[in-house]
């Protein structure tokens, strides 16, 4: 247990030393949501409620996902797929301890200091200047934070079963290429998935890409419960998908270069 | 620059011939980048369907200003993708700009046309493709002026954002790291001007009507497109001033390039 805390800060720092990455990060989120913001201040100037939502729960919708860009779409995307192809990933396996752990509490530690550098600066200042519905009682704000982090943990949770994919092809991001389109619209980053049509919207709400976006904003508008038990259950889900992809990619792990 | 264009189109051809050895990787590329224009526009269609209008637009012909928006990036980026922070820093840190100086060719054409990344061909054409679609869901009857707008539009936010790509490359050449916060012009300015302009407060209208100045080059032509008023201060008349601004500025872009290798200095590996 103690290792892998370590890892988690570990993680931590190395991700807060990117500063001028950050200071860029935090910009073009800002200003995607100012513009995001218009749009929606635009589009429900004559109207009060379009698909269940009002302006603020649209508002609220656009600084999640402004917060929450760089944990889901993570800069450090590849660097597992690259590990993998290159043939360092053999170290993660020949340390001590569960690799899936090593490389969830690593991650972890990388995508809590965004929370914390980003998501949480970028909320607050929006919800001092705009009508935001958020938590108004702390218990809210905990069960926010925790769909947070839930969504954080999904996120690595995808991004390496996306990064598995090199253990079979080296063309794994080709095949990303194809995909990446259709998850950038299911998992509500165009658009909020409440805006999509019935049959599709229903689909959408089965699937893993809820918890990355949709679920934190429901948290925060007041569904909390519903959302956080489909976070968590994807979390589980997808706690026995990767490891027996793990188990699976480790048997057959082939090696390039001496 | 311009005597040695037989040169660049053989460099930029030769790099087109090197991705398409792997034609599967090329169509791959091709077909996603037009995947997420199609997307995108979906999305955002469902969207604006919900509500019927936004700032008194219609669906459709909004999403004509994300086709023009789109199809400008797109041309602007397969010129000038090697232009960008991470792919300039690349160039500054391997060395491999020292050598590009000592060539007999100029520099800015060895870089442009040094990668052509067919990605950027696939956000051009699905840009053009969503032109034509909305243009005829909004009813525009085409007509060689009508055209002529839609061209000038795409030409001139092009120009506009390769000469932001002009000057952020200017500026990694001083700082070799180079910052992200670029995107923020070249994705966001495209995404701000997607929308009709009167949606926006008057701050953020000025500086992309006026200073980066995409919103004037997208919205006031694509008002001619559709035959619409402008709202008060940007009449349509203001489309013949997108051309000659948008010249005015990617050769502001071109001095920041020009003082970016006065300033360089390599970085001795």
Redesign the interface.
Known sequence: MRAYLALLRAGFQRQTSYRLALAAGLLTNAFFGVVRTAVFYALYRERDQVAGLDVADALTYVWVLEGLFAVVWAPWFWELAEAIRSGEFVAELLRPGDPYLRLLAFDLGRTLSVLVTRTVPTLTVAALLLPLRLPATLGGLALLGASLVLAAVVSFQLRFLFGSAAFWTPDYRSLFMLVFPVLWLLSGFVVPVDFFPGPLRALVDWSPLIPLLMAPVRVATGAAGPALATQVAWVALLWLGGRAVLALASRRLVVHGG | MAEHAGVYLRLAAASVRATARRP??LV??F??AG??V???V???V???D??GS??GWRPAEVVVLFGLAFTAQGLALVFGDTLEADKVSELVRRGTFDQVLTRPTSPLGWVVASYVDTRFVGRMLAGAVTVAWAADRAGVAWTPGRAGLAALAVACAATIIFGVLLAAAGFTFVTV?G???V??LIY?GQ??AS?PMQ???SA?RFVFVWVIPIGLAIYVPALGVLGRQGPAGLPGWLAWLSAPVAGAFAALGGLAWRAGIRHYVGTGS
């Open positions: 599967a990787y791959v590329r077909l996603s995947m997420i199609g997307i995108e979906a999305g955002v469902l969207m604006l919900r509500f936004i700032g790291q910052s992200e916060a995107n923020v966001g995404y701000l929308y949606i926006y407060g953020l």
